[in-house]
């Protein structure tokens, strides 16, 4: 800890030194105040005669036009042609490899309410703490909520055929861009300029299998004397990447043998039930023979056997047979891992230039894309509702629990889930200037709509019970208790179902989600509002007034015994949002090198939330003490209104059977907690948060940008950045509900994969939180949960610091061709984070990468190009961290027991290298090879890791391995 305290010292040290030193030599450097130092040779006055010809731009981070690449906070521009170049086939696959992000919530996961879209994670502070812009305007929030909870935007559907460029700000910008630019802002710059026609297309797979890509992009641009027009088509597809195309971690028996415990080591992991009846005692009722057989190899049969443990010891002699069941042994098989995307998307812009600098211009887009998914198929359970401990006539045994999960061939398909997705995007406007030229004025007016139609096989559990075991029969009395009677049709239930009879019973869903926003505004911005002994000054203001809203439709018929979604959810809401929002930036020159700005703004909220008004600023410094060398620092103050899936969604409830339960686990001694079929189910209320205020905060970076003197084409930049939040929305889920509420009762508790926590360390034992969770867990007199209470709180406080680094170099020869290298570095130096004011500051900072580096190198010589690009992202604590050793037995003990020696495994750096070699026959046809992931590198199941997703993704690892694909590109014209 005091290591990595001296590191972060000695590098926020060192960029407060670079920064500061130069100004002790200001007045020896800095440019007379009369404006008369003169350049000193030929050379220099022509670079100054460049300069002032350079066209002035917008740049995210300001509203104001300037020449100067680098301004006063740091800016990342990645360009459409180096997003191809380095493999990447999306900008969510881009966006995720920049070194200021970390990992959001992943498509596979269980119960994912967005699987279809693509989040981003910038400072690792959330994605609901990112802008995404596109063209500099806001776009419409995915229409369904990560996590059941939150709004974000999708990287997932933006057509990459269309990008010029990818301008990334990874600080706080609220006083110049409003809500959610906590974290910072993305803004997607499309192609205006264009002339002709070019095709493009790709095909191309993994080495490995799955994740079949082809892609058809046509890009084109018509002028005339006052006009100009650029259009695209664009016709994509990937095919999802499953658990059977990785069987190394299709099955619960894959998890890395530290968790397997005593039993699971002595008569093998027990897999998940596939046929199965228990009987009074909870034990497994035989299958006929040869049963498990009849289903291929979706089944097998499993003796489910236990042993008795006196202390660490385990006792060989006294061991429990519960009987033998039709065990899974491959569940994961039909999950997917990444999911599949079908995209057809069309966009064309233009202008209309009247004369005078008057210009009309306008945009339509339309993005539509089908994604297809899938987790575990549909099955019977004794769901709450359902007939449960009853007396079956077949069997003679009275029934205390059951599952029937149905295989593909039963269903006559997989069963995916299928979200068919549209996105309107429409902007008109009129800009042009004033006042001779000297300001620009910009009035848009724009209209977007996102829609999501998911489609999937729903669950029908009375059906299914009904069509296993029948009707009820009347009852009987079995040891003194009244017992309804049901028959159990074995023909059904231990041999394959023909799709016909399937259809008899089974349903099929869908869900709708949609959101919009219509907006206006009107930017007037100068880089000459008058001008100083130092320079001019520059001014922008823009006017904005934004209504948006969503809504929420489930499938109507709800989540009930005859019908139910995948994971039996039931979320409904809608609401709107009106907002009105001023804001203003002065850029004021105090010397000839040295620059102040100024900015602040005021967003106006009405909506049911208490957000009502923000108000913040910002202020940053430029020093130039010479040419070459800029010294630049930030601060601002920084909001995020509550989302509006907080505010308006409805409460819902839904039954809950399959679960895990850290505090028995915890209770019985136990080493691993993973979800199973409960015989008792809970009520799960969830709630959204109407009363809810502002997330706020304050952002500051300081840091340099160096031309390195003698040397052409080399250049090194360094930013120390901060981010704080407070007053921070947390949306205290279920899971995490019933993991705290171990951790408060027992000081124990489980991690999200199942693995035991020896010292809980989250919340204080006995503090409000703690009180708080215990009380929203009700149990019965034998300790089975009955209900659980989840919902947003807006009492949290995170801060993470960082330091960025880069390094470009250009290098020209005559022989050799050209070459340019970048190399990109983020430092994440600490997480801090807490959920109440009585709980500890915890530094988190291990629970994500702290590192993150990536780097490309270019080459182009005649008619061939290459580029070879390489990222690194940091290790990571692994499962079972700071926790004890399993005992070579499969006992784990707890932490300040003799027996345990301590576990602090790291799960290693995540290292990919990929290539791209092109070569140009003439002027129209380009043919591209790309390699992604050389070396096919997979991630490996950690030794402690257990439950879906074995596999860490928080350092990015993934199941993919290599992928090659062949570009051709024409151009017509």
């Known amino acids: 800890m005091s290591n990595i305290g001296f590191r972060r010292s000695v590098l926020a040290s060192a960029l407060a030194l670079v920064f500061f030193a130069p100004l002790s030599v ?54 459409g042609a180096q997003l191809k170049q380095e493999g990447f086939t999306t900008v969510y696959e881009l966006m995720n490899s920049i070194t200021q992000t970390g990992v959001a919530e992943t498509p596979p996961s269980w119960g994912s309410s967005s699987v279809n879209a693509r989040q981003l994670n910038l400072r690792n502070l959330g994605s609901g703490r990112s802008l995404l812009l596109i063209d500099g305007h806001r776009v419409s929030d995915y229409p369904q909520s990560a996590h059941a909870s939150t709004n974000f935007q999708n990287f997932n559907n933006i057509p990459t055929g269309m990008i010029d460029r990818i301008e990334i700000l990874a600080t706080g910008a609220s006083s110049l861009y409003g809500s959610d630019a906590v974290a910072g802002v993305v803004n997607i710059i499309l192609k205006k300029q264009y002339q002709g026609d070019d095709v493009q297309m790709t095909l191309g797979g993994a080495t490995r299998g799955g994740r079949d890509y082809g892609d058809f992009n046509l890009v084109g641009g018509k002028s005339g004397d006052h006009w100009h027009v650029v259009y695209n088509l664009e016709r994509s597809h990937r095919s999802g990447l499953f658990g059977r195309d990785r069987p190394y971690s299709d099955s619960e028996a894959d998890a890395g043998y530290g968790a397997y415990d005593q039993n699971a080591r002595l008569f093998g992991y027990k897999t998940y039930d596939g046929l199965s009846l228990y009987d009074a005692n909870g034990n497994y009722i035989a299958p006929p023979a040869g049963a498990c057989n009849q289903f291929g190899n979706n089944f097998a049969l499993h003796d489910y056997k236990t042993v008795a443990t006196n202390g660490h010891t385990v006792d060989p002699t006294n061991v429990t047979d519960h009987g033998t069941y039709c065990t899974q042994p491959a569940l994961f098989s039909n999950w997917v891992l990444t999911p599949g995307s079908d ?27 089908l994604g297809t998914s899938n987790t575990e198929l549909p099955f019977l359970y004794a769901m709450g509702g359902l007939p449960n401990n009853f007396y079956d006539q077949t069997s003679g045994q009275v029934i205390s629990n059951y599952f029937r999960q149905l295989t593909p061939k039963e269903l006559g398909s997989y069963g995916n889930t299928h979200d068919k997705e549209q996105n309107w995007d429409i902007h008109a406007g009129l800009r042009g200037t004033f006042l001779d030229g000297r300001f620009n004025w910009d009035f848009n007016l724009g209209t977007n709509k996102y829609i999501v139609h998911e489609r999937y096989t729903g669950l029908n559990e009375q059906g299914m019970f009904d069509f296993f075991f029948g009707p009820q029969l009347g009852t009987t009395s079995v040891g003194g208790n009244t017992l309804p009677v049901y028959a159990l049709n074995s023909g059904r239930f231990w041999n394959p179902i023909t799709p ?29 509002l008058f001008k100083t002994w130092a320079g001019s000054v520059g001014f922008a203001t823009v006017l904005e007034a934004v209504h948006q809203g969503f809504k929420l439709s489930p499938d109507p018929r709800g989540n009930t015994t005859t019908f139910g ?79 509006m899936q907080y505010i308006y969604k409805n409460p819902s409830v839904s039954q809950v059977g399959i679960y895990a339960d850290p505090y028995q686990c915890v209770t019985a001694g136990a080493t691993t907690c993973q979800p199973f079929q409960h015989n008792t189910y809970f009520s799960s209320y969830l709630s959204g948060g109407p009363s809810l205020n502002n997330e706020t905060g304050k952002s500051w970076t300081y840091g ?185 037995n499969g006992i784990r003990p707890s932490v300040g027991d003799p027996d345990c020696t301590m576990y602090f495994g790291h799960v290693p750096a995540w290292i990919t290298w990929s290539t791209n070699v092109g070569y140009r026959f003439d002027d129209r046809m380009k043919v591209s090879l790309n390699v992604s992931n050389i070396f096919n590198n997979i991630g490996k199941i950690p030794y402690y890791a257990g439950g879906f997703e074995f596999i860490p993704t928080l350092n990015n690892a993934s199941y993919v391995g290599r992928e090659v694909s062949v570009t051709f590109d024409y151009k017509l014209d």
């Open 26 to 79: 200001a007045a020896q450097t800095a440019t007379p105040p009369d404006g008369s130092q003169q350049p000193t040779t030929q050379q220099d006055a022509a670079k100054k005669k460049d300069t002032t010809t350079l066209q002035k731009v917008v740049v995210t981070g300001s509203l104001i036009p300037r020449v100067e690449v680098e301004g006063a906070t740091p800016v990342i521009t990645i360009s």
């Open 343 to 369: 995209n057809k998307d069309a966009y064309v812009a233009g202008d209309y230039d009247f004369g005078n600098g008057l210009q009309a211009y306008g945009s339509i887009g339309l993005w539509d894309t």
């Open 500 to 528: 016909a009879q399937y259809h008899s019973f089974g349903v099929v869903g869908e869900n709708t989600a949609v959101s919009w926003m219509d907006q206006a505004s009107l930017n007037v911005n100068t880089d000459e």
């Open 565 to 643: 979604d995948p994971f039996q959810d039931y979320i409904t809401g809608g609401g709107t949002r009106n907002r009105v929002s001023l804001g203003s930036e002065l850029r004021i020159p105090l010397l000839s090198n040295l620059t102040w700005t100024l900015s602040g703004r005021l967003d106006k909220y009405r909506d049911a939330s208490a957000a009502d008004v923000a108000r913040t600023w910002g202020s940053s410094l430029e020093y130039r003490p010479y040419e070459g060398l800029l010294l630049r620092g930030s601060y601002g103050t920084n909001f995020h209104a509550p989302d």
């Open 704 to 888: 340099f940008v160096w031309q390195i003197p003698g040397v052409d084409g080399l250049s090194l930049s360094a930013d120390y950045w901060r981010i704080g939040i407070n007053n921070g929305i947390v949306n205290v889920g279920q899971s995490d509900v019933l993991t705290d509420e171990a951790g408060c009762r027992t000081g124990h508790t489980f991690d999200s994969s199942g693995n035991y926590i020896g010292n809980y360390i989250a919340h204080p034992q006995g503090s409000s939180y703690c009180q708080n969770v215990i009380a929203n867990v009700k149990r019965d007199a034998n300790g089975n949960i009955t209900a659980v209470y989840s919902g947003a709180i807006n009492e949290s406080l995170l801060t993470v610091t960082g330091i960025d680094a880069s390094l470009a170099y250009a290098l020209r020869t005559t022989n050799l061709g050209n070459f340019n290298l970048s190399i990109d570095y983020t430092d994440n130096l600490s997480y801090k984070e807490r959920t109440l004011a009585s709980d500890p500051l915890l530094n988190t900072r291990y629970q994500h990468a702290a590192s993150k580096v990536r780097g490309t190198v270019n080459w182009r010589r005649g008619a061939w190009d290459a580029t070879l690009y390489g990222d690194r992202t940091g290790r990571v604590r692994a499962p079972n961290f700071g926790s004890c050793n399993s005992l070579p």
